[in-house]
């Protein structure tokens, strides 16, 4: 068994006390962090045996690689468990690019462990950056620089709104990308979430504790609708998460008004428009005592978790896509598994906006923002071998869960096609949930006659009496529904 060499071990949810890594891996080549229950074919997955080549139960080290044993073929296969650390030089803020250096390189069936950092972190610098190495390059801003350059898909000389490198065309801290050997335009990647745990405080005031944001902003579905003033205000609350993870809810620490901030450059920013821009809180009026008594569930999952779009070389974090991305369901945690069709070589996965709670909807803009730490396995389906595979179609970043196949449906499904040129502008102003819906209708009723071989008339009946249909988030450009299909509706047998 290796020992557990990276250096933030205290954030290893794996490791035993001697700092010895416990995930092991089962046959269909899946992480196994609990006892397996018993088969239900309720609970069936999307494919059996999803690894060409199973493995034998194993333990992986950290650093290097393990064994394990071909099924197939009785030989030895190296697993590599790799681990990228949150930093400058390791993230890439506010894009998706086809063009981004790798962070590292992996072979099929390897776990990688990312910090992800969230970009609301500096709404309180003192409990979210403070004492963090990572965290402070990231975020760093003087006079005369930044400690990421490039912040959003716009252009660098800020000829578009004026507001800095980038434009905020783009807002999120993604961390990678990883690149997959073998992995190709036309192929599937299975991305499985093995854990995610709270990055915690690295100021020894809060220690124990892990902290999130929730900005009430003006791209919020509430903005327009306020009845007490002053109206069109933007509001960030504070909640509080128990770093290791014992207590499952957040509860409110205290919330303030954004004010005018002027950023190290002299730029002034009247409301929550660029990323990054740390609040001076003695400009800012601290309410303690808000939503009292309330306990939020905590369910930690990553905003955005996606491979490149071919379509653009930059392309914005915000809108969704095909390729995934900033999809904002809150059931993209632990023990959820993703597809994606690959769009790239090497599919070049990036990681961020990570979540510590969040409702369907994320009606005000934002969830409970919080840096995360997520450990990953990376399965590739190569498309010569998705034929007569429920995967053999997929177009779409699809969510299975051990109980339910999640759909994601957008206003566009692919809007970088769709929309032309101008399609990173357009799609703010064109996004709609009845778009979405019908997106999601029709890939949930070719997902049933495909995978399940229902008749089309079968597969409506069975959208509108057993399947719900939600809304994923009306606050990132391409607004989303999605429609959530438990597996135990084909459990079969009689009443």
Not at 110 to 115: K, R
Not at 222 to 238: A, N, Q, S, Y
Request: charge should be negative; proline fraction near 5%; charged fraction near 20%.
């Amino acid at each position: 068994m290796s020992s557990c060499t990276h250096p933030a071990h205290q954030h290893c949810s794996f490791c035993d006390a001697k700092g010895r890594l416990t995930v092991q891996v089962d046959g269909n080549g899946e992480a196994a962090l609990d006892t397996p229950a018993p088969p239900d074919p309720s609970r069936r997955g999307l494919l059996k045996g999803s690894l060409a080549a199973g493995f034998g139960t194993l333990s992986a080290g950290w650093v290097g690689s393990a064994m394990a044993k071909d099924a197939a073929t009785g030989t030895m296969k190296a697993v590599n468990h790799y681990y990228i650390a949150a930093s400058a030089d390791t993230v890439h803020w506010g894009y998706f690019s086809k063009s981004l250096k790798p962070q590292v390189t992996v072979e099929p069936g390897d776990f990688v462990t990312i910090e992800t950092l969230t970009h609301h972190a500096g709404d309180d610098f003192d409990r979210m950056i403070k004492g963090d190495p990572g965290a402070e390059s990231v975020f760093y801003w003087d006079k005369k620089k930044k400690g990421v350059i490039r912040r959003g898909a716009g252009p660098m000389d800020a000829s578009l709104f004026g507001r800095g490198a980038g434009e905020g065309l783009g807002v999120h801290i993604c961390t990678g990308p990883v690149y997959v050997k073998g992995a190709e335009e036309g192929d599937v990647l299975e991305v499985r979430i093995v854990d995610v745990t709270p990055r915690p405080s690295a100021n020894p005031k809060y220690k124990g504790k892990s902290f999130g944001v929730n900005a009430a902003a003006w791209w919020g579905f509430h903005f327009k609708e306020l009845i007490t003033e002053p109206k069109e205000r933007e509001v960030i609350t504070i909640y509080e998460i128990d770093a290791s993870s014992e207590k499952n809810w957040a509860q409110a620490v205290y919330n303030f008004q954004w004010t005018p901030q002027t950023d190290p450059f002299g730029v002034v920013h009247k409301t929550i428009d660029y990323p990054g821009v740390i609040v001076d809180h003695s400009t800012i009026k601290e309410n303690h005592g808000v939503l009292k008594n309330v306990r939020v569930p905590t369910r930690p999952h990553f905003g955005v978790t996606g491979v490149a779009p071919k379509e653009a070389d930059m392309v914005d974090s915000i809108p969704p896509s095909y390729t995934g991305g900033n999809i904002d369901n809150w059931r993209i945690g632990k023990g959820a598994t993703m597809y994606y069709p690959v769009a790239v070589k090497g599919a070049l996965f990036s990681v961020g906006d990570p979540h510590a709670g969040q409702g369907d909807s994320e009606l005000c803009g934002t969830a409970i923002e919080c840096s995360l730490t997520g450990t990953f396995q990376f399965i590739l389906h190569k498309k010569a071998d998705l034929a007569g595979t429920a995967l053999e179609k997929l177009a779409y970043p699809l969510l299975e869960t051990p109980d339910e196949w999640v759909i994601h449906g957008f206003s566009f499904a692919n809007y970088l096609a769709e929309l032309g040129d101008k399609a990173q502008s357009d799609i703010y102003a064109k996004s709609s949930v009845d778009l979405a819906l019908k997106d999601a209708f029709r890939k949930s009723r070719a997902f049933l006659m495909d995978t399940q071989k229902l008749t089309e008339d079968e597969a409506i009946s069975l959208l509108s009496v057993g399947v719900d249909f939600a809304v994923t988030q009306v606050v990132d450009g391409n607004w989303g529904v999605h429609a959530v299909i438990r597996k135990a509706l084909f459990s079969g047998g009689s009443l």
